[in-house]
């Protein structure tokens, strides 16, 4: 067998289109409908924002949207692609069990679909020192593994964390789960591990390190002093040592010392080889606090105690909203917190496409990192996530991390909408055919064909966008060589125009290819969907 290992499931070659909180639809890769960008409405603001892309983002739709609209509609583009430095998303876990207030149970390619859809686009927003952190558990873990590995390249893939949420042991089933996994994925792991934070060393790790010689440099732990003898090993690795009270050392079987004999005999001039109280036992070398890195390297066992279980998130959810019946299946505040720790720094950019409760947000916000979720329920926005982060900025939110992270209020965000799709697409065996939405009047449209060519929005009263020397001009009707000539005058040195127009007279192409060269004339909407192959970007 020959060639790459792929995952591969019913429907892997076609795109999933999302019917909001409906579920899901096979269709062709080609359909507008998966390739549309859709434009982002405001629909509120919270507290100080600017009212531009920068600001802290709650965006009300399906995840697909709001990621297509960061990596492609050019104002968002600008922010976020290749900008974003951790992207923890936890999906539905595709347990098939309904949760009051989300669906739990897509079929299993449909789950791949939609995942694979998502992480290509988050692919897109990640920094090159960026890390994504997927939440699952048994039902998809392994499943997901495979289909990173694809996405984001096997030597990218860093760690599974395995986080034990809950305490307590279920004695009806047949092994009870006490964890969920997190899967760390980066864009270069080489990069991202000089980046990354290393976490606060506790003061039960500081105790493990004592001075029984009350050694002048403080307290220390001691390491062993040999290894396993690999393939690099030197022969100067192999000699006898004797402790103080006249024991011989030799390597045990199959292990060599860790340092050669002229480094064993500087480490024991300086004080640095431990033979025990009374001098005999075998060596180790002291290794001192106060000359160990600022903190520890995260391991893969998360134990609650540390982070807290789902009781826990479950109890934040509550004291926040007293009285409702909490969200099914919030994570608690302190998970997210060693996560946002280790893979960002304050001002950095944090998203979360499947917002549930918010806690990604929430945590993020308290500990002064910029944010972006999506959450595709409108009922879940409303009665836990907008509130939620509502509370944090008004600092009313007493709970979780707001005490460890000195949070005391402060900051906004802009409460957006995915706007509705601006075409109607018909399925006929010939194919798709697109056409204008009825809803879709001239300034929706504008600012769609704008969007979906990646024109970067501009305030002029010809044009529309601009990308690089390039301009746009919508023109929600028939364009002649009149209107040609109009727009061409308004062209500064060295620029060429798009125009997008709804229909054209015969003579307008000519017209413009006379007068501009390299400007041409596209048909809205049938042109601004080649077909897949024909796409470049
Ligand atoms: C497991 S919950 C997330 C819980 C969250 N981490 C918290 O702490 O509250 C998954 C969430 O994803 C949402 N969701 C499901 N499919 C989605 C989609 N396609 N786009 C956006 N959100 C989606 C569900 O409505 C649900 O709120």
């Not at 019946?325 to 720790?341: D, G, Q, S, V």
């Amino acid at each position: 067998v020959t060639g790459r290992l792929t995952l591969t499931w019913a429907n892997d070659d076609r795109a999933l289109l999302s019917n909001g909180e409906t579920g899901y639809e096979w269709v062709s890769k080609d359909d507008p409908r998966v390739r549309e960008v859709r434009l982002l409405d405001e629909v509120g603001r919270v507290g100080d924002v600017s009212g531009d892309a920068s600001d802290n983002l709650l965006i009300r739709g399906d995840s697909i949207d709001a990621l297509r609209a960061l990596v492609y509609s050019p104002e968002y583009a600008a922010e976020y692609r290749g900008k974003v430095k951790l992207v923890y998303i936890d999906p539905p876990f595709n347990t098939g069990q309904a949760f009051e207030h989300y669906d739990d149970s897509l079929e299993h390619s449909v789950w791949l679909g939609m995942m694979r859809d998502r992480l290509v686009l988050i692919r897109e927003l990640l920094s090159s020192d960026g890390s994504v952190w997927v939440h699952l558990d048994d039902a998809e873990m392994a499943y997901c593994k495979v289909l990173m590995d694809e996405v984001f390249g096997r030597s990218n893939f860093v760690a599974t964390i395995v986080w034990q949420k809950v305490y307590a042991r279920d004695n009806r089933t047949d092994i009870s789960a006490s964890h969920d996994s997190i899967l760390v994925f980066t864009i270069n792991r080489e990069v991202w591990k000089n980046s990354r934070t290393l976490l606060t060393r506790t003061l039960e790790q500081d105790a493990l390190y004592k001075n029984p010689d009350n050694d002048p440099r403080g307290a220390w732990a001691s390491d062993n002093f040999s290894a396993k003898a690999g393939p690099g090993r030197r022969k100067e690795q192999f000699f006898t040592i004797v402790s103080p009270a006249g024991n011989s050392f030799y390597p045990p079987s199959g292990r060599c010392w860790v340092y050669t004999e002229p480094r064993y005999e500087e480490l024991l001039a300086d004080n640095r080889v431990w033979f025990g109280v009374d001098g005999t036992a075998s060596p180790r070398v002291k290794r001192f606090l106060s000359e160990v890195q600022a903190g520890v390297v995260p391991e893969t066992w998360w134990p609650h105690g540390e982070v807290g279980h789902n009781q826990e998130a479950k109890q934040e959810i509550k004291t926040l909203f007293a009285g409702i019946n909490p969200f099914a299946t919030p994570k608690p505040e302190r998970l997210l917190e060693r996560i946002i720790h280790i893979a960002s720094n304050p001002g950095d950019i944090v998203v979360d496409a499947f917002a549930g409760s918010g806690t990604t947000a929430a945590v993020a916000h308290k500990m002064r990192r910029r944010w972006v979720t999506s959450e595709l329920s409108e009922s879940t926005v409303e009665t836990f996530t907008k509130p939620r982060l509502a509370k944090v900025i008004a600092g009313e939110d007493l709970g979780g991390i707001t005490t460890s992270a000195e949070w005391e209020g402060g900051g906004g965000f802009r409460d957006l909408r995915i706007a509705p799709s601006s075409w109607e697409v018909v399925d006929d065996s010939a194919g798709n055919d697109v056409f204008q939405a009825d809803a879709t009047d001239n300034d929706v449209l504008t600012r769609a064909v704008t969007a979906q060519l990646g024109y970067l929005p501009v305030g002029h009263p010809v044009f529309n966008g601009a990308k690089g020397r390039s301009r746009l001009a919508v023109v929600p009707g028939v364009v002649d060589a009149v209107a040609v000539g109009d727009i061409v005058s308004a062209l500064g040195d060295g620029e060429t125009v798009l125009v997008a127009a709804l229909s054209h007279t015969e003579d307008a192409s000519a017209t413009l290819r006379e007068l501009s060269r390299g400007s041409r004339i596209i048909r809205i909407p049938g042109d601004l969907f080649p077909p897949q192959s024909a796409v470049t970007r």
